[in-house]
């Protein structure tokens, strides 16, 4: 059987068929194999457990200890250390040492033990580590809390103070002292238990834990599917998702925005956001180059790809009516022409109908004149038209005529097609091949450049101007964005027939400028490091509105298409968070917090002294500031199990 990273490197690898029946019994069968190996780790675990490291609930028990650590060190221990520095004066004097080198310092071990002997040590290892780091941080500070040390000063100046009264005073000093401060000290014994309350924490989590996992603190859950998806989509893209946009967590997202937002942790945040942008863009840069694309202009200017479309598809359509003129010009000069054929037909359906109304007889008055014009029938005394004998040769000729007519009005159009399909079954039955190649090649002239709109828009002329119907700045616009999917496919059918590989470069260019316009339809400013910055929302709305008739794929293929739909979800990810994620965007529950941990309502709630407050800021500051730091770098590097790489 194989093993759960195995499974899950076929998840990986193949993510792309993710809702298939294959894809749902590799996970199904990924989870069984995790779920046993951590079954199996348990059992490992319970007969040799792992030696525990201080979570953050034995954190606020440690700043509990830490915190009668301090006030004990500023009541008790100063209390003792004054009454050492008594007592120790007192048999210096009476030795007749007093004043000498050797006297000042056993008068400074005597108040170092006398404060020691009345200040209370953690017993718990959190405890422990933060006080030496309060000692640590309060390195210079005038000394308030005896354990870090007062200075040489401050020994000398209570030894002074307490000069006068004898050894037995000052031992009654301390036992009032002692006496005062008792219940402050229960006070703050039992400030743990407050703080948890304070937060809503249960008040024993780690045995509660303990219970839980069997006598032993929960391991990393399994990565599911989805999260080795993200993950191996964002690999794909070039990008980097943290922890939190890797499963989706709503507590997850709310811390790693949190902080982003928090000035003093904002750094490593916003290192990664510059280097996924610029991953982001270097992937679009990455697509144009593959297109093939030569043509780049301004930002938001397609002028030059308008160019070479319109350049390339004025010369395809020059190549055809070259053929076609060939292939007349042969006709012209072949027996078949001259072939008789009746056109009776023909002038009997020209004389049926009406004659020289504005408006509504064009077509049919120019047709009679260039019947008469190409020899094809004569006007008699009352303006009928006469047919008179007339070649296959002329006939033609004469179906010529009316195609250059140039029909616009519906009854215009409806009448010409009508005329040449007399004329069609007038000669049909006695043309030969040369006649048959002729009309071929002159039918694919026609569906090919003149037929179809979004061709024949880019190279005819306005009527009566110069102008053509499509500028040029609007080519790409027209061809791409709002065309229809069968109006790309002729146009994509059009340029790759065209020869000496001038089509395939037109319409690379039209693939480059797709690109192009996603990327720049997804720009929002400019970022710090003064490059473009990719919005999420923006291309998510590009590619939806482009991919909604399946365009892309039909302009790009199915490979560049979707590794655009790739990076877009993958921005997603970074840039959307989950419902119910919640973000203290302004920073008002950190300004509070700072505030009431400086109040005296603080130490009034808890009984403790200003100055242990102002020592707890300092823990804050110390060590937790340190734990938040790890955990972010934790998140930012974090690679789901099974991916073949260690989270740090």
């Given at each position: 059987?194989?093993?759960?990273?195995?499974?899950?490197?076929?998840?990986?690898?193949?993510?792309?068929?993710?809702?298939?029946?294959?894809?749902?019994?590799?996970?199904q069968?990924?989870?069984?194999?995790k779920?046993?190996?951590?079954?199996?780790?348990?059992?490992?675990?319970?007969?040799?457990?792992?030696?525990?490291?201080?979570?953050?609930?034995?954190?606020?028990?440690?700043?509990?200890?830490?915190?009668?650590?301090?006030?004990?060190?500023?009541?008790?221990?100063?209390?003792?250390?004054?009454?050492?520095?008594?007592?120790?004066?007192?048999?210096?004097?009476?030795?007749?040492?007093?004043?000498?080198?050797?006297?000042?310092?056993?008068?400074?071990?005597?108040a170092?033990?006398?404060?020691?002997?009345?200040?209370r040590?953690?017993?718990?290892?959190?405890?422990?580590?933060?006080?030496?780091?309060?000692?640590?941080?309060?390195?210079?500070?005038?000394?308030?809390?005896?354990?870090?040390g007062?200075?040489?000063?401050?020994?000398?100046?209570?030894?002074?103070?307490?000069?006068?009264?004898?050894?037995?005073?000052?031992?009654?000093?301390?036992?009032?002292?002692?006496?005062?401060?008792?219940?402050?000290?229960?006070?703050?014994?039992?400030?743990?238990?407050?703080?948890?309350?304070?937060?809503g924490?249960?008040?024993?989590?780690?045995?509660?834990?303990?219970?839980?996992?069997?006598?032993?603190?929960?391991?990393?859950?399994?990565?599911?599917?989805?999260?080795?998806?993200?993950?191996?989509?964002?690999?794909?893209?070039?990008?980097?998702?943290?922890?939190?946009?890797?499963?989706?967590?709503?507590?997850?997202?709310?811390?790693?925005?949190?902080?982003?937002?928090?000035?003093?942790?904002?750094?490593?945040?916003?290192?990664?956001?510059?280097?996924?942008?610029?991953?982001?863009?270097?992937?679009?840069?990455?697509?144009?180059?593959?297109?093939?694309?030569?043509?780049?202009?301004?930002?938001n200017?397609?002028?030059?790809?308008?160019?070479?479309?319109?350049?390339?598809?004025?010369?395809?359509?020059?190549?055809?009516?070259?053929?076609?003129?060939?292939?007349?010009?042969?006709?012209?000069?072949?027996?078949?022409?001259?072939?008789?054929?009746?056109?009776?037909?023909?002038?009997?359906?020209?004389?049926?109908?009406n004659?020289?109304?504005?408006?509504?007889?064009?077509?049919?008055?120019?047709?009679?004149?260039?019947?008469?014009?190409?020899?094809?029938?004569?006007?008699?005394p009352?303006?009928?038209?006469?047919?008179?004998?007339?070649?296959?040769?002329?006939?033609?000729?004469?179906?010529?005529?009316?195609?250059?007519?140039?029909?616009?009005?519906?009854?215009?159009?409806?009448?010409?097609?009508?005329?040449?399909?007399?004329?069609?079954?007038?000669?049909?039955?006695?043309?030969?091949?040369?006649l048959?190649?002729?009309?071929?090649?002159?039918?694919?002239?026609?569906?090919?450049?003149?037929?179809?709109?979004?061709?024949?828009?880019?190279?005819?002329?306005?009527k009566?101007?110069?102008?053509?119907?499509?500028?040029?700045?609007?080519?790409?616009?027209?061809?791409?964005?709002?065309?229809?999917?069968?109006?790309?496919?002729?146009?994509?059918?059009?340029?790759?027939?065209?020869?000496?590989?001038?089509?395939?470069?037109?319409?690379?260019?039209?693939?480059?400028?797709?690109?192009?316009?996603?990327?720049?339809?997804?720009?929002?400013?400019?970022?710090?490091?003064?490059?473009?910055?990719?919005?999420?929302?923006k291309?998510?709305?590009?590619?939806?509105?482009?991919?909604?008739?399946?365009?892309?794929?039909?302009?790009?293929?199915?490979?560049?298409?979707?590794?655009?739909?790739?990076?877009?979800?993958?921005?997603?990810?970074?840039?959307?968070?989950?419902?119910?994620?919640?973000?203290?965007?302004?920073?008002?529950?950190?300004?509070?917090?700072?505030?009431?941990?400086?109040?005296?309502?603080q130490?009034?709630?808890?009984g403790?002294?200003?100055?242990?407050?102002?020592?707890?800021?300092?823990?804050?500051?110390?060590?937790?500031?340190?734990?938040?730091?790890?955990?972010?770098?934790?998140?930012?590097?974090?690679?789901?199990?099974?991916?073949?790489?260690?989270?740090?």
């Amino acid at each position: 059987m194989a093993t759960a990273d195995q499974y899950a490197e076929w998840i990986v690898k193949n993510s792309a068929k993710r809702g298939t029946p294959e894809f749902d019994i590799v996970a199904q069968a990924y989870q069984e194999a995790k779920a046993e190996e951590n079954a199996l780790l348990a059992q490992q675990q319970q007969i040799q457990p792992a030696a525990e490291q201080p979570g953050v609930l034995d954190q606020i028990v440690g700043a509990g200890e830490t915190a009668l650590t301090l006030l004990t060190g500023a009541t008790g221990g100063t209390v003792g250390m004054i009454g050492g520095a008594v007592g120790g004066l007192a048999s210096q004097i009476l030795g007749g040492q007093f004043g000498t080198p050797e006297a000042n310092r056993a008068v400074s071990e005597a108040a170092q033990k006398g404060a020691q002997a009345l200040t209370r040590m953690p017993r718990g290892q959190a405890g422990q580590e933060q006080v030496q780091a309060v000692g640590r941080a309060l390195e210079g500070v005038p000394a308030f809390i005896p354990i870090v040390g007062p200075a040489a000063a401050t020994i000398g100046q209570a030894t002074r103070q307490a000069a006068l009264p004898a050894a037995a005073t000052g031992a009654a000093i301390m036992q009032r002292g002692t006496q005062a401060i008792a219940p402050a000290m229960q006070r703050i014994a039992q400030a743990p238990a407050a703080i948890r309350e304070s937060i809503g924490m249960p008040p024993a989590p780690q045995a509660a834990q303990a219970a839980a996992t069997g006598g032993r603190a929960a391991g990393g859950a399994a990565a599911t599917p989805l999260e080795l998806q993200r993950f191996a989509e964002a690999e794909q893209a070039g990008l980097r998702l943290s922890e939190g946009e890797i499963k989706r967590s709503p507590e997850l997202l709310a811390f790693e925005k949190e902080k982003a937002k928090t000035p003093e942790y904002q750094a490593p945040f916003l290192e990664r956001q510059q280097e996924n942008n610029r991953a982001a863009l270097a992937k679009f840069e990455e697509l144009i180059d593959s297109t093939g694309a030569e043509s780049v202009g301004a930002p938001n200017d397609f002028s030059n790809t308008g160019i070479k479309v319109v350049d390339t598809l004025m010369k395809g359509w020059n190549a055809e009516k070259a053929k076609t003129r060939a292939l007349y010009q042969a006709f012209e000069d072949s027996p078949e022409a001259l072939e008789l054929v009746d056109a009776a037909p023909l002038v009997d359906f020209l004389n049926a109908q009406n004659k020289n109304i504005p408006g509504i007889t064009g077509v049919s008055d120019s047709a009679a004149q260039n019947a008469v014009r190409l020899g094809i029938a004569t006007i008699d005394p009352d303006g009928n038209l006469q047919a008179i004998p007339t070649s296959l040769g002329q006939l033609e000729r004469f179906r010529e005529s009316i195609s250059a007519i140039g029909a616009t009005t519906p009854n215009d159009k409806r009448l010409s097609s009508l005329l040449k399909r007399n004329i069609d079954a007038i000669g049909e039955p006695i043309a030969g091949p040369m006649l048959g190649a002729m009309r071929a090649q002159r039918r694919r002239q026609a569906q090919k450049y003149e037929n179809r709109a979004i061709v024949s828009q880019l190279l005819l002329e306005k009527k009566g101007m110069s102008d053509r119907q499509t500028p040029i700045e609007d080519v790409f616009r027209k061809t791409i964005l709002t065309a229809r999917p069968s109006e790309i496919t002729h146009m994509k059918r059009v340029l790759n027939t065209i020869g000496g590989g001038e089509g395939k470069q037109a319409w690379q260019e039209l693939q480059g400028a797709t690109v192009r316009h996603l990327l720049e339809s997804a720009e929002s400013g400019i970022g710090a490091d003064n490059l473009p910055v990719i919005s999420a929302a923006k291309l998510n709305k590009a590619v939806k509105s482009l991919d909604a008739s399946n365009k892309m794929e039909l302009v790009l293929g199915k490979e560049t298409a979707e590794q655009i739909r790739n990076l877009n979800q993958v921005l997603q990810y970074i840039q959307s968070t989950p419902p119910l994620t919640s973000i203290n965007n302004s920073g008002t529950a950190r300004t509070i917090a700072a505030l009431i941990a400086e109040s005296a309502v603080q130490g009034a709630a808890f009984g403790i002294p200003l100055p242990v407050i102002q020592g707890m800021r300092m823990l804050k500051d110390n060590i937790k500031d340190k734990k938040i730091k790890a955990r972010i770098e934790k998140a930012l590097n974090y690679r789901p199990t099974g991916t073949g790489a260690p989270n740090p």
